[in-house]
Nanobody, 124 residues
Framework: QVQLVESGGGLVQAGGSLRLSCAASGRTFSRYAMGWFRQAPGKEREFVSAISWSGGTTYYADSVKGRFTISRDNAKNTVYLQMNSLKPEDTAVYYC?????????????????WGQGTQVTVSS
């Protein structure tokens, strides 16, 4: 069982930056592929970014490529999402997720555990 707790959300002006963190419980964090998803009001949850077990492979949605960076620190059981050049359309609740599968995973059904989410609001 893995518990995930996101933090770092908030209100920021367009062009600003935020760093989200997702702390995981358990001793096998390094054996989980991790991902970030987001859900805006009235919209479906969408993929943002993913990272492999080791952190050696990452993947991004086209909408955030070049602006967001995912990373992980397996010694601290934490995955991060550095978000730069934020836009109003990035406003959403951001969720981290963990999967026992290998690779970088972009769809919600393959993830086994989810955090409660953290709100990111970007004002224009």
């Amino acid at each position: 069982q893995v518990q995930l707790v996101e933090s770092g959300g908030g209100l920021v002006q367009a062009g600003g930056s935020l760093r989200l963190s997702c702390a995981a419980s358990g001793r096998t964090f390094s054996r989980y592929a991790m991902g970030w998803f987001r859900q805006a009001p009235g919209k479906e949850r969408e993929f943002v970014s993913a990272i492999s077990w080791s952190g050696g492979t990452t993947y991004y949605a086209d909408s955030v490529k070049g602006r967001f960076t995912i990373s992980r620190d397996n010694a601290k059981n934490t995955v991060y999402l550095q978000m730069n050049s934020l836009k109003p359309e990035d406003t959403a609740v951001y969720y981290c997720a963990a999967s026992r599968l290998r690779g970088v995973l972009t769809t919600t059904p393959v993830y086994d555990y989810w955090g409660q989410g953290t709100q990111v609001t970007v004002s224009s």
